[in-house]
Nanobody, 117 residues
Framework: QVQLVESGGGLVQAGGSLRLSCVASGRSTYSINAMGWYRQAPGKQRELVARVINGGNTNYAATVKGRFSISRDNAKNTVYLQMNSLKPEDTAIYYC??????????WGQGTQVTVSS
């Protein structure tokens, strides 16, 4: 089992920055393969924002590439999402995600990010 707890969301003006954090805990953290962030805006499907897999390879959605940066601290079982140059269209609930060697997906409870114009 893995529990994910996000923090760092909030309200920011367009052009501003936020950093999200997600801490993983539980007896299965040793088997985490990848950690990442998804987001879901009202009326839209949940979409991948960024993910980092063991070994450090990263993937980004085209809409955030160059503005967002994902990083992972394995010693702390924590993944971060640094979000710069935020736009109103980045407004969404951001969910932390991880998957394990047993192909099990875990989700955090979500944190709201609101970007005002």
């Amino acid at each position: 089992q893995v529990q994910l707890v996000e923090s760092g969301g909030g309200l920011v003006q367009a052009g501003g920055s936020l950093r999200l954090s997600c801490v993983a805990s539980g007896r299965s953290t040793y088997s985490i393969n990848a950690m990442g962030w998804y987001r879901q805006a009202p009326g839209k499907q949940r979409e991948l924002v960024a993910r980092v897999i063991n070994g450090g390879n990263t993937n980004y959605a085209a809409t955030v590439k160059g503005r967002f940066s994902i990083s992972r601290d394995n010693a702390k079982n924590t993944v971060y999402l640094q979000m710069n140059s935020l736009k109103p269209e980045d407004t969404a609930i951001y969910y932390c995600n991880c998957n394990t060697a047993g192909f099990v997906n875990y989700w955090g409870q979500g944190t709201q990010v609101t970007v005002s114009s």
